[in-house]
């Protein structure tokens, strides 16, 4: 039988499914095609041009096919650069996520291991508020995941126009709680929301309102955009 993440860990993954793979998306794009390098001591990260402060937020062992945690990484050493993982963790004990505290998780019984990896990355930058993630080879076998810690690395604005292709694509990551995906997203947006049943109606900054409907099984049936002054 193939394992799966607790119901508490995916509902909090897809609380930052939407707002993150826009996230990711524009941190790609700001970063070059280059060489990088990292000195953990100072929190620094270099790729090409850009100059980055950062935390580890884990590693994936790719031959044990396990992921562990930067705060409870014995080579690490604790200190700034272990700062942002251990928020995770601080925030996994305080909502009862077994996936944030426990130091090592065996991801071998998962389908695919690696996507199980990048899965808990994606949700450690969403519960840290971090503008994304960046994974790079550390040596044969072994991935680290670094979180960006920086002014510089630019924010994904909330664009009315592409919002019905973004809110798809994020909600299509996971697929555990649409309706979670895209209240997560307004609310990270700071944006006013409220249920009217089976639509969920969010009041957009330019003064118009975005109405998402659900179909009986919490599928998105519709998105449209309305006029509202």
């Known amino acids: 039988m193939t394992r799966d993440f607790s119901d508490q860990f995916l509902f909090e993954a897809e609380r930052h499914s939407v707002w993150?793979?826009?996230?990711?998306?524009?941190?790609?794009?700001?970063?070059?095609?280059?060489?990088?390098?990292?000195?953990l001591s100072a929190c620094s990260y270099r790729q090409g041009e850009i100059h980055l402060r950062v935390g580890v937020l884990g590693t994936y062992d790719m031959e044990r096919s396990s992921w562990l945690?930067?705060?409870?990484?014995p080579g690490l050493g604790g200190g700034e650069v272990v700062a942002l993982s251990s928020a995770v963790a601080r925030y996994g004990r305080a909502h009862a996520i077994?996936?944030?505290?426990?130091?090592?998780?065996?991801?071998?019984?998962?389908?695919?291991?690696?996507?199980?990896?990048?899965?808990l990355a994606f949700a450690g930058m969403g519960v840290a508020n971090a503008p994304g993630y960046i994974g790079q080879p550390a040596g044969p076998g072994t991935q680290v995941y670094f979180l960006p810690d920086d002014p510089k690395v630019p924010s994904a604005p909330l664009d009315p126009v592409a919002l019905p292709r973004a809110l798809m694509t994020g909600v299509s990551l996971i697929g555990h709680s649409p309706r979670q995906a895209v209240m997560g997203f307004f609310e990270y947006h700071q944006v006013p929301q409220r249920m009217e049943g089976d639509r969920l109606i969010a009041d957009l900054p330019n003064g118009n309102a975005a109405v998402v409907s659900f179909d009986a099984v919490g599928r998105i049936g519709n998105i449209e955009l309305t006029v509202t002054g």
């Open 20 to 39: 993150g793979a826009a996230q990711l998306e524009t941190l790609m794009e700001f970063l070059p095609e280059a060489p990088w390098s990292a000195d």
């Open 98 to 119: 077994p996936e944030f505290t426990a130091e090592e998780l065996d991801l071998s019984g998962f389908a695919d291991p690696r996507r199980a990896a990048e899965m």
């Open 69 to 73: 945690w930067a705060w409870a990484n």
